[in-house]
C-alpha cells in the first residue's frame, strides 16, 4: 500500500516536474570515493550524453505541487484544479537511491513548489541532498532548485551538496511577471543569483590554494524563461539572457515555450503553443553568443527584433551582411570563420589546425564534415565564385531552403523505400 502510493506520487510530481526545462548536464567532476554510489562524470541532464558517450539520465521531479502562488503560466498555481501531491523527505531520498540501484537514473533534478514559506521548503530540499550524500554516500549528479526569499544560509548548504542550483527568473521582463504572478518581483530572484555568484567565485578561489576546500555547486547555476506567455521579442529574450552571462556568470539559460494548461484572460488562447521552432531559433542564438562571439544586437535589433523561423540565426547574420564574404579559409582568423554559416565550433578549429600542412580545398572541407551546401555560398574557392558573387541575400536564402527541402524529402523517401512503401 506504501509503495502504491509513492508511486502515485511520482506519476503526478514528475509529470509536474516536466515544465521546468533548466534542468542540464553540467561540469561538475564529483568524483566517486570510499565505495559511495554514483559519479557525476561531469553529466546531469535526462537522458544527455557525457564525454565518453554514455548515455546517462537524472530522476527528475518536485518535492511538492502543493503552491502558496498563484502564477498564470504554471500548472501548479495554487488556483489549479490539479491532484496534488508531496514526498516526504526520506521518500525523495529512497526513491534516488532506488533508481540508481536499478540503474535507471545515475542523479536527481528536484524542483518544488512553495509549502509556506521559502525557508520552510528550501530546508527540505537541502535535508534530501544532505541525506544522499552523507547517509548514502551518493556521488551522483544533484541539480536542486534555490527558492527564491530563502536564507542565505540555507542557501549556502545547498550550494555544498548539489552539483548545480537554479533559480528561475520566469518571466523575461519585470512588467511580465507583474501581470501573470504580481506577488513575485525580479528583486528577489535576483538576489539569490548575487550570492550564488559571489560563493562560486569565492570557492574557486579558495579551491586554487588548497584543494581540499569543499566543492560549492561546481556546475554552477542556470535559469529558465517562459517565453511566448507574453509579448516580448527576441532582442528582449536574448537581452535578459545577456545579462544573466555577462552579470551573473550563469551556466545557462534556458527557454520554455509557453503551453496552454488552463484558461486565464491574461494569457494567450488555448490551443496556441509557442511554435518549437521558436525555441530551437533563441537556443541556437544563445549558442552564437555564448561559444561564436556574436553580440546580441548583431542577431537581433530594434530593426528586426524577432529571430527569422526559417533560418538560423547565423545564416541570417551572413545574409545581413554579405560584405564580409567570401572568406578564404586558408587565411582568415577563427573568429571569422566560426562566423561562416554550414560551419561548427569544432569545425573551425580543425580547419585552423589542418592548415598548417596544407593549403585547403573544397573536398578537404567536406572531409571534415561541414555542411558545404550552405558553406559554400560564403567561401572564396567555391566554384563558380564568379556567378555565385552575384547571388542577392534572397537568392542564397532560397537556394538553401531548397536543398534543405530536397534533402528532407530524399531521406523521407528513403525511409518509406526500407519499408516496402
Not at 567561401?379 to 555565385?388: E, I, N, T, Y
Request: glycine share 6%; charged share 25%; hydrophobic share 40%.
Amino acid at each position: 500500500m506504501v509503495h502504491e502510493r509513492v508511486m502515485e506520487k511520482l506519476a503526478i510530481l514528475s509529470d509536474a516536474a516536466k515544465y521546468d526545462v533548466s534542468c542540464s548536464s553540467g561540469q561538475s567532476n564529483r568524483k566517486n570515493k570510499d565505495k559511495g554510489l554514483g559519479n557525476s562524470s561531469g553529466s546531469g541532464i535526462c537522458h544527455s550524453y557525457t564525454e565518453d558517450g554514455r548515455c546517462v539520465a537524472l530522476l527528475k521531479i518536485l518535492l511538492t505541487n502543493h503552491c502558496i502562488f498563484d502564477c498564470a503560466y504554471c500548472v501548479s498555481r495554487k488556483s489549479n484544479d490539479v491532484k496534488r501531491a508531496a514526498f516526504t523527505v526520506q521518500e525523495v531520498v529512497d526513491l534516488t537511491i532506488g533508481f540508481y540501484r536499478r540503474n535507471y537514473t545515475e542523479g536527481l533534478f528536484l524542483s518544488s513548489g512553495i509549502f509556506d514559506n521559502p525557508d520552510f521548503t528550501m530546508e527540505r530540499l537541502v535535508r534530501i541532498a544532505k541525506k544522499l550524500r552523507l547517509e548514502h554516500n551518493f556521488n551522483g549528479y544533484i541539480h536542486l532548485k534555490a527558492i527564491p526569499g530563502a536564507s542565505d544560509e540555507l542557501l549556502k548548504e545547498a550550494g555544498m551538496y548539489a552539483d548545480r542550483l537554479s533559480v528561475n527568473v520566469e518571466m523575461p521582463t519585470e512588467q511580465s511577471l507583474k501581470l501573470l504572478a504580481p506577488e513575485k518581483n525580479h528583486g528577489d530572484v535576483m538576489k539569490p543569483m548575487h550570492y550564488l555568484k559571489n560563493e562560486i567565485a569565492g570557492h574557486k578561489e579558495e579551491r586554487k590554494s588548497n584543494f581540499k576546500a569543499p566543492l560549492f555547486a561546481p556546475a554552477g547555476q542556470s535559469t529558465q524563461m517562459v517565453i511566448g506567455a507574453t509579448k516580448e521579442s527576441d532582442l528582449e529574450i536574448l537581452g535578459m539572457a545577456d545579462y544573466f552571462y555577462q552579470q551573473m556568470n550563469m551556466r545557462r539559460v534556458y527557454y520554455s515555450g509557453y503551453v496552454p494548461i488552463s484558461y486565464d484572460n491574461r494569457l494567450p488562447s488555448i490551443g496556441t503553443p509557442v511554435p518549437i521552432i521558436r525555441e530551437n531559433r533563441l537556443y541556437q542564438a544563445d549558442w552564437l553568443i555564448r561559444y561564436y562571439g556574436f553580440n546580441v544586437n548583431e542577431i537581433v535589433g530594434f530593426d528586426q527584433p524577432n529571430l527569422d523561423l526559417d533560418i538560423d540565426p547565423k545564416l541570417g547574420w551572413a545574409l545581413r551582411n554579405l560584405n564580409q564574404f567570401p572568406v578564404d579559409v586558408n587565411t582568415a582568423d577563427l573568429e571569422l570563420i566560426k562566423r561562416i554559416p554550414g560551419i561548427g565550433f569544432l569545425s573551425a578549429q580543425k580547419i585552423v589546425a589542418a592548415r598548417k600542412f596544407k593549403k585547403l580545398t573544397a573536398p578537404d572541407l567536406q572531409k571534415m564534415g561541414i555542411a558545404y551546401s550552405r558553406a559554400r555560398y560564403f567561401l572564396a574557392f567555391a566554384s563558380p565564385f564568379l556567378l555565385q558573387k552575384d547571388y542577392t541575400a534572397i537568392q542564397i536564402k532560397d537556394h538553401i531552403l531548397d536543398a534543405q527541402k530536397s534533402k528532407y524529402q530524399n531521406n523521407f523517401s528513403n525511409q518509406l523505400s526500407l519499408f516496402g512503401a
